[in-house]
């Protein structure tokens, strides 16, 4: 992060205080909508764009349901928290970059609000999920957000915390006692998908180590396999890293497994396309009913199943298709 921005009102909140005792060179902005202004007049690249970021407060709610078409089946993520959006990894397929206008990273510092938004929620057993709008774990050491969600959640035992990444920075986690509903959930893929397109991600190698440790600690661990890429060699990579993984981690705790392919907006291509020379979208592709292209059925089935018996031979797991319709989870189990 070279240029950090702030707006004054952030000295009003702890997190705000704690985030200013950190950073030393920084600049004031009087709202978001002038700091994005400020970002898109110097014309940068999104990967220039994240370089920047911004700590400021946020007006709108942290709690949001997901969105799911109603012809795609459920998914387990259905809350999530929105207290951080963008991050410094630069995954070429991100949905990010296309919901937001801009790649900077924003960190809303009125937790509080966010808290007290959760006393009020009164679901129950239901999976509240950060890493939907940002990765949980890579800006922790600046913001030690998941030091407040831990001790939150420790006490919410009514609700499941999954905190998702693709890093290895799990200082923090290793400071608490694991809490039954607390999971850390990883994404992984091959070294090969990784390389080319999870730019400054930790390898696989580092996010299966960092599984481990947290494994070790007492953690439950989620593993995703989302989103899988229909590369050259696609099973044998696949099946490579499964067993990398499997031999590697304990399989008595892990959580659950979720597993989806390669999807995402139109624009989203168009964007990653002008700025980058990549063979990411080199395939066929359809529109799925909730408007994202995807690979061809044959293509999402076979994957899914390759993918899964090669899970059954270490035992068996909850696992589940990530925005799928009902006839491909027929197919595949
Ligand atoms: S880690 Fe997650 S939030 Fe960050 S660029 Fe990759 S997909 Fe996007």
Not at 52 to 62: C, D, N, Q, W
Request: with cysteine; hydrophobic share 35%; aromatic share 14%.
């Amino acid at each position: 992060m070279k240029k950090i921005y702030i707006t004054k009102d952030i000295k009003n909140y702890e997190k705000g205080l704690k985030i200013l005792e950190k950073i030393k060179n920084y600049n004031i902005v009087s709202s978001e909508e002038e700091f994005i202004n400020i970002i898109k007049k110097k014309n940068l690249t999104y990967e220039e764009e994240k370089k920047y970021s911004l700590f400021t407060v946020k007006k709108g709610k942290f709690l949001k349901k997901y969105y799911l078409d109603k012809q795609l089946e459920g998914i387990k993520e259905e809350y999530y928290l929105s207290y951080e959006n963008n991050c410094p990894f630069n995954c070429l397929y991100c949905y990010l970059r296309d919901y937001f206008n801009h790649g900077a990273f924003v960190f809303y510092v009125n937790i509080t609000d966010m808290f007290y938004e959760l006393d009020n929620f009164k679901k129950k057993n239901i999976m509240i999920s950060c890493g939907i709008m940002n990765d949980s774990l890579v800006m922790d050491n600046l913001t030690n957000i998941t030091s407040d969600l831990i001790k939150y959640f420790s006490k919410r035992k009514d609700l499941i915390l999954e905190i998702r990444t693709k890093s290895n920075n799990i200082n923090n986690l290793l400071k608490y006692p694991a809490k039954e509903n607390i999971l850390i959930s990883f994404t992984f893929s091959p070294d090969t998908i990784i390389d080319k397109y999870e730019l400054k991600t930790n390898n696989l190698k580092e996010r299966v180590e960092a599984a481990k440790k947290l494994q070790s600690h007492g953690y439950n661990i989620g593993l995703r396999f989302d989103p899988i890429i229909n590369i050259k060699n696609r099973t044998n990579e696949y099946t490579k890293m499964i067993d990398y993984i499997f031999n590697n981690l304990n399989t008595t705790r892990i959580k659950d497994i979720g597993i989806g392919t390669l999807r995402y907006k139109k624009g989203l291509r168009q964007k990653v396309l002008a700025e980058k020379n990549t063979d990411l979208f080199y395939n066929e592709f359809i529109i799925g009913i909730d408007g994202k292209e995807r690979y061809f059925k044959k293509i999402r089935i076979d994957s899914y199943k390759e993918i899964i018996s090669q899970i059954k031979k270490y035992g068996n797991f909850d696992i589940y298709l990530g925005m799928e319709p009902k006839y491909i989870w027929d197919e595949v189990f």
